[in-house]
């Protein structure tokens, strides 16, 4: 049971006393909200584990973690607000990442005509709002620089920005703090809000009022309510229903940055590796917890040295069930090619605990649980080569993996693999890549129902073996949209499929 006072102006006695307090709002860019996010700050670098960088470099002499430009926003000294580019040799360690929605209007960026323009002074009144409202975060922090990628990065330098998207996860895992614009679009929306509001507690949580008086004789109301109940979602819909939510990108920004200030149009969020935090101090989400299924649990087991066998089953089942499935594939790339890119900053982090050869997607670890992914719903394919076909990031649609028995028995035999890639990045684009395996090809039966589904009419296939009736479980094949074009009842044919294991 937690305990909410409302106190008006008197302040909260009651955390004092350990009593979480219901905290009342005003907007984002307020005082009272800065003040909660630097306590926030104080808090996770006194007591939590967030400070502790994770491990990104594969090789120390060709990877360079850190950005190689920053925007000095105290370049020009007290009053003045404009802010500068400047290089980075690694020494400039504390800074601020922006995360955000690039959307479809005309960004203000960093292209190599006006590198050195952008290196002497960038006028703040010309900057979008995002940017603007960020570089003010920045200050209010206390921190000098600020990464902002369009910025950054030479935006017309394709040498430059293969160099930097490499480091793209670092930069993010190093910062101080990330800052996300949740709700906007793009980066004219600008970060703050203009009213901030308390979220709804479920139906069956409604806060019981106690009605009181206080010794002075003022009336005093103080509502009682279980955070436990009801409460069926699992982070705030502010944070992963937004405009950000949906960007690529932004998967592997969330969670490898290790502090995140959630700026939402109702109000502030906390999130670091260890805690995710309302600026209201209500949950009607769920409690986090050290599961892998949140981001903060999710980021933890990316620590440490998970060389056992066990440890390294567990994270690739987070690899693929979590990662690619339930955040990744969900989420739109404005750029098809970017596909490998966008995530191959946490397929390094996870690298280092497998040890194994990155595959386009897949780890040769495992290799017949990683083949057996199958798309749900709508697909579309890129028009240029992006992966093997064998490979979930050959496709734009929601993937998805079975969930393993422990008995399960590989059937397939890794003998080669090979991979050819576009840019120097193990964990990048690829040009090429395929895998040999021995193993059993068996035929089989099978057969397309119609189905009707929230999207439409859509075709289920069903494999069933050579012999029986019993279906073998259902398949998806490449042609389904082809199929189901002016076909009546069942379409029967035969295929060649490969094991890949088998329970027990
Ligand atoms: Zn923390």
């Known amino acids: 049971m937690w305990v909410g006072v409302d106190l008006g102006d008197i302040g909260d006695p009651a955390e004092a006393f350990g009593i979480t307090a219901k905290r009342e709002l005003s907007r984002t860019d307020s005082e009272e909200s800065f003040q909660t996010a630097l306590r926030w700050i104080e808090n996770c670098k006194e007591n939590h584990i967030c400070s502790k960088r994770l491990a990104l470099k594969s090789r120390e002499s060709e990877f360079l973690p850190w950005p190689s430009r920053l925007i000095d926003v105290e370049a020009f000294g007290e009053g003045d607000r404009d802010v500068r580019l400047v290089e980075n040799d690694g020494s400039k360690e504390r800074y601020v990442c922006l995360s955000y929605c690039w959307g479809q209007s005309k960004t203000f960026t960093t292209t190599s005509r006006f590198l050195r323009l952008r290196k002497t002074r960038i006028n703040y009144s010309t900057l979008p709002q995002t940017f603007r409202d960020v570089v003010t975060i920045t200050r209010r922090l ?216 990155y595959l386009a997607g897949l780890w040769a670890l495992d290799l017949p649980w990683g083949l057996s992914w199958r798309r749900r719903g709508l697909v579309s394919r890129p028009v240029e080569y992006r992966a093997p076909a064998f490979s979930w990031a050959s496709l734009d649609a929601i993937v998805e993996w079975p969930v393993v028995s422990t008995k399960s028995v590989a059937k397939i035999k890794v003998v080669d693999v090979h991979v050819e890639l576009s840019s120097g990045d193990p964990f990048g684009r690829v040009s090429g890549c395929w895998v040999k395996v021995e193993g059993y090809v068996s035929r089989a039966r099978v057969t397309a129902r119609k189905r009707l589904l929230a999207g439409g009419v859509s075709v289920v296939w069903e494999m069933f073996g050579e012999m029986g009736q019993l279906p073998l479980g259902t398949v998806f094949m490449d042609d389904d949209e082809v199929d189901l074009a002016g076909q009546d009842g069942e379409r029967l044919r035969w295929v060649e499929y490969l094991v890949l294991s088998h329970d027990g």
């Open 142 to 357: 206390g921190v000098r620089y600020v990464w902002i990628d369009a910025l950054c990065i030479i935006q017309d330098d394709r040498l430059d920005w293969e160099k930097e998207s490499v480091k793209m996860g670092a930069i993010y895992s190093m910062a101080y703090i990330t800052i996300a614009a949740d709700s906007g679009r793009d980066c004219h929306s600008g970060c703050f809000n203009t009213a901030s509001t308390s979220q709804e507690l479920s139906f069956d949580n409604t806060p019981f009022p106690l009605h009181s008086t206080t010794p002075s004789g003022e009336a005093s109301t103080i509502y009682l309510w279980d955070p436990t109940r009801g409460t069926t979602k699992p982070t705030p819909p502010e944070i992963d229903g937004s405009p950000l939510a949906e960007r690529g990108w932004v998967c592997q920004e969330r969670i490898l940055s290790p502090r995140i200030l959630h700026y939402t149009t109702s109000q502030l969020f906390w999130e670091c590796r260890q805690t995710l935090l309302a600026e209201d101090n209500l949950r009607p989400w769920s409690i986090y917890d050290s599961s892998s299924t949140t981001v903060c649990g999710l980021a933890r087991n990316l620590y440490g040295t998970t060389q056992d066998p066990v440890g390294r089953a567990n994270l690739l089942r987070i690899w693929y069930n979590h990662v690619v499935s339930e955040s990744y594939s969900r989420r739109k790339l404005t750029r098809a090619d970017d596909k490998l890119t966008a995530i191959s900053g946490i397929a390094r982090a996870f690298g280092r605990h497998f040890q194994s050869t």
